[in-house]
């Protein structure tokens, strides 16, 4: 497996030497960034795989600089940052970011990230062009062009509201997907009974597809924040 070039973006040079000592170590490539306005001139000069954002830097607030590589690429961002409330993980989600690791963080778990974002980095090429007529997960696939999910080989009996949550997780593999956006793409909207409707529709869709819907192997909930279908 190839290492991804990856972007780190911090200003406190304590936690930037634990993170690049960490990829140096395991052998990743990687650039540096003590700024936001650094940051965006790596990111769109060297065009890493990865990046590593703190939001909290001295010129530009890492949302806006989320904002801004989302105007022009779907680089995976993992936002790390000492912002641990439930409405800072939305609000970075939303805004473009595809994982979010909170500080103190332990070395293994910022490997951990790495290892499932790049997994989905090898996902992305075969999702290209007729977007993949057959997505495989495991046990799990998808025929998109007949509307049909099996597990291990079995068809899974889904609502139409099922298939299209279980096709939205699926085309977005390895990244955390929002209450917000699920809902919006679901329903169109996101009001709190959409969200109730949400974890309703999660539990059937999760009885269906999983073997211990207590100890999931497919999707994982992230509580207050959303949803993940995990790569295996």
Same mark, same amino acid.
């Given at each position: 497996m190839n290492k991804p070039l990856i972007l780190v973006v911090e200003d406190d040079?304590?936690?930037?030497?634990?993170? +690049?000592?960490? #990829? !140096?170590? /395991? /052998?990743?490539r990687f650039l540096t960034a003590e700024n936001g306005e650094q940051a965006v001139l790596e990111a769109v000069s060297h065009n890493p795989q990865i990046v590593l954002l703190d939001l909290g830097l001295p010129d530009l607030d890492g949302m806006d600089?989320?904002?801004?590589?989302?105007?022009?690429?779907?680089?995976?961002?993992?936002v790390i940052s000492a912002r641990s409330e439930d409405t800072?993980?939305?609000?970075?989600?939303?805004?473009?970011?595809?994982?979010?690791? +909170?500080?103190?963080?332990?070395? !293994?778990?910022?490997?951990?990230?790495?290892? *499932?974002?790049?997994?989905?980095?090898?996902?992305?090429?075969? !999702?290209?062009?007729? /977007?993949?007529?057959?997505? !495989?997960?495991?046990? #799990?696939?998808?025929?998109?062009?007949?509307?049909?999910a099996y597990l291990e080989e079995h068809e899974l009996h889904l609502t139409p509201i099922e298939?299209?949550?279980?096709?939205?997780?699926?085309?977005?593999?390895?990244?955390?997907?929002?209450?917000t956006y699920i809902t919006k793409e679901i329903w169109g909207s996101s009001w709190d009974n959409? *969200?109730?409707s949400l974890r309703v529709f999660m539990a059937t869709l999760r009885k269906k597809l999983e073997h211990t819907p207590n100890a999931p192997q497919y999707i994982q909930t992230h509580i207050g924040v959303g949803y993940r279908m995990l790569k295996l």
């Open positions: 040079c304590a936690v930037r030497n634990l993170i +690049t000592t960490t #990829l !140096e170590t /395991q /052998q990743y600089i989320i904002r801004k590589i989302r105007s022009w690429s779907n680089m995976p961002i993992i800072d993980k939305i609000d970075a989600l939303d805004a473009g970011a595809d994982d979010y690791l +909170t500080k103190p963080f332990s070395v !293994e778990e910022l490997l951990a990230r790495l290892r *499932v974002t790049q997994r989905r980095l090898n996902v992305v090429p075969s !999702e290209i062009g007729v /977007q993949s007529a057959i997505f !495989e997960n495991g046990s #799990l696939k998808i025929d998109y062009a007949a509307g049909c298939y299209k949550l279980l096709c939205l997780l699926a085309k977005n593999v390895g990244k955390v997907l929002t209450h959409d *969200v109730a």
